[in-house]
């Protein structure tokens, strides 16, 4: 087995200062617990650690500039890491672990590290507890309050931020336990979260006021098994990925109209199988989808297809109208968009890369780059800005 210094050598030899890609840069969370084994997901004898990879989006094509050890899980939506809107500071949410018990399972985790992004290389400086199997994790576009999912307990974790430093400030019970809350995401004005939840196919509306953090007993239903979520710049509109039952069926993504009052889902259109991650583009103009397309599947299964899709819609008020489309990876999970939006980025379980594809306003384009990470790329995110 090579050493984890060895792993890390190629990344640690091209660091650079993390402020030479200031406002720019993506960070990937790789999972090195699990691997895909002909449809089946398998735990890892004595696995490497997990990592978290900094990717610099100003070089062409885009390059990992830093790679550190932090505990990372693919279970849960491809959001279980979120970045401050200063790019300090990145929080990440490892949802499972290796069973202390029983080191052929997984078990639920419920820690969340806190890693400062501007010290070179980048280092862990605290691991706080959330609750059960934390999630999708997001920040306000102030950079004062982070929240966590936790699909273990039915609930989300709030914590404060204050320069470096993340303090927990207390838990709101969504639903019960089996509702197995995935993300949530704030909207830009700070005041709103919505949260989905895939146990019970609802999407739970909080007020935030502060550090005060409710339930407002307000739920949406926009499909089956409602997973990722985001919300646009200018807070018009959320999108939702409803998963389904991963039974080769095609499934959905709902739009949320967050102006009506109340709000309500407006729009579903069938995407394909799974899926998983969902971004708008910095402007809101655009929205990516990720789907498996039955990438995960068994070699011999009817819904088995040898490649994932990234597919790309243009945002119309409250309509969405499809753009282009792009082979992706096998078991795909994050995306995460340039600023200039001409860089769109996929993170793949399979091969352990994050994927580059180049849109030019008219098609989507894979040149063939691939940015190879330490593990399975589990989640992908970059800064929501003001």
């Given at each position: ?144 309050l982070a929240l966590v999912a936790n699909r273990g307990d039915g609930s989300v974790s709030a914590f404060t931020i204050q320069g470096k430093t993340v303090t927990p400030v207390g838990k709101v019970q969504v639903g019960p336990n089996n509702s197995a809350p995935a993300h949530v995401a704030i909207t830009p004005d700070g005041k709103t979260a919505l949260v989905t939840r895939d146990g019970d196919s609802f999407v739970s509306v909080l007020s935030i006021d502060g550090t005060k953090v409710e339930y407002t007993k307000r739920d949406l239903t926009a499909g089956i098994r409602p997973y990722g979520i985001d919300i646009s710049k200018d807070g018009s509109v959320a999108a939702v990925a409803n998963i389904g039952r991963s039974s080769g069926d095609t499934d959905t993504v709902s739009l949320i109209d967050l ?128």
């Open positions: 087995m090579r050493s984890l210094t060895r792993l890390l050598l190629p990344a640690l030899l091209t660091l650079i200062p993390t402020s030479a890609a200031l406002g720019q840069i993506a960070v990937s969370v790789n999972d090195n617990k699990v691997m895909l084994v002909n449809g089946a997901v398998q735990v890892v004898q004595n696995p490497v650690p997990d990592t978290m990879t900094v990717i610099d989006l100003k070089a062409s094509p885009p390059r990992a500039i830093s790679e550190i050890p932090v505990p990372a899980s693919v279970v849960g939506p491809p959001f279980s890491v979120a970045i401050t809107p200063d790019e300090g500071l990145a929080l990440v949410t490892s949802n499972q672990k290796i069973d202390p018990a029983d080191r052929t399972k997984m078990a639920n985790d419920n820690r969340m590290a806190v890693v400062d992004l501007t010290s070179n290389p980048p280092r862990v400086l605290a691991t706080l507890e959330t609750g059960a199997a934390p999630a999708g994790v997001s920040i306000n576009r102030q950079g004062t102006k009506a009052n109340p709000m309500r889902v407006v729009e579903t259109i069938p995407v394909g199988q799974s899926p998983e991650g969902i971004k708008f583009s910095p402007d809101g103009k655009l929205l990516a989808v990720q789907v498996h397309n039955g990438s995960n599947k068994a070699k011999d299964s009817p819904f088995f297809n040898d490649a994932g899709k990234l597919l790309l819609y243009r945002v119309d008020g409250t309509r969405l109208i499809g753009l282009a489309a792009a082979w992706v990876g096998h078991w795909g999970q994050g995306i995460a968009f340039s600023p200039d939006i001409k860089t769109i980025l996929v993170g793949n379980m399979v091969e352990r890369d994050v994927q580059v594809l180049r849109w030019d306003d008219v098609s989507l384009k894979d040149l063939g780059e691939r940015i190879k990470v330490n593990g399975g790329s589990a989640a992908l995110r970059t800064a929501d800005k003001p």
